[in-house]
């Protein structure tokens, strides 16, 4: 998963990052609010790990901004030095998800960072994973569209089944890169850039993703690609 962390007290930061690093997550962090704010306008995340006290503005300020400009919810964990009722209150109402409070213990950062995200996205019940007539047979890497199926290279298997559990997302094109490719930092990597077009050109190709086939596949222009659902499942079913 991409999460991003904000905390003005470096060592606590650290200490976050290392913790999400051990749990195989990419950490992104952040040291005032708007630097945070300015790279949610185009990317996307799949957690936000914050802070309450920062140079600029408060947590709650950050959560307010993140859910009036931010399309997809996005999980939001306060860990603060505050503890009084109040204020958890108020994160809470705000829009915040959970919270914590300060010295980070690391069991404890590692199990709410887990709740969040189980609540938050797919989790696979099974080795087959299915969308309408989208069949994923993931120890395999097979993919069959209705009965047939569909022959994909491993890197276009692992980005379309991504796609799926994400349906409805934007999801960035770094997001993808470090995803997919395990490109830590992909600014101003053109070669890989171009290759993530080609991967999504050919797996929107090969699985026919369409209207008239129950999903569609699209770029929007200066973030990412998002995969949407267009008409009932059980339609595509039949």
């Known amino acids: 998963m991409r999460i991003a962390a904000l905390d003005d007290d470096i060592d606590q930061l650290d200490l976050t990052k290392s913790t999400l690093k051990a749990m195989k997550h990419h950490c992104h962090t952040f040291t005032n609010g708007a630097a945070l704010l300015n790279e949610l306008r185009r990317e996307s995340f799949d957690l936000l790990v914050l802070d309450w006290e920062l ?34 209150v108020e994160g809470l109402e705000a829009g915040a998800d959970d919270f914590m409070s300060k010295p980070i213990r690391v069991a404890e950062l590692t199990a709410r960072v887990r709740a969040l995200l189980r609540r938050a996205y797919f989790e696979p019940k099974s080795e087959e994973e299915r969308w309408g007539r989208y069949r994923f047979s993931v120890a395999q890497s097979n993919l069959h569209v209705g009965d047939e199926p569909v022959p994909l290279t491993q890197k276009e298997f692992d980005l379309a089944l991504f796609l799926f559990r994400n349906m409805g997302r934007l999801v960035s094109r770094r997001h993808l890169l470090e995803g997919m490719w395990k490109v830590n930092n992909p600014l101003g990597t053109d070669l ?25 596949l699209h770029a929007v222009y200066g973030q990412g690609y998002r995969l949407e659902a267009v008409q009932n499942l059980e339609a595509c079913e039949n």
């Open 55 to 88: 140079p600029d503005m408060t947590g709650p300020d950050i959560v307010r901004w993140v859910r009036s400009n931010v399309v997809d919810r996005v999980p939001i964990l306060f860990v603060t030095n505050r503890r009084d009722e109040r204020d958890v």
């Open 192 to 216: 890989m850039s171009r290759s993530l077009d080609t991967h999504v050109s050919r797996v929107r190709t090969a699985l026919a993703l369409r209207p008239e086939n129950g999903f569609r």
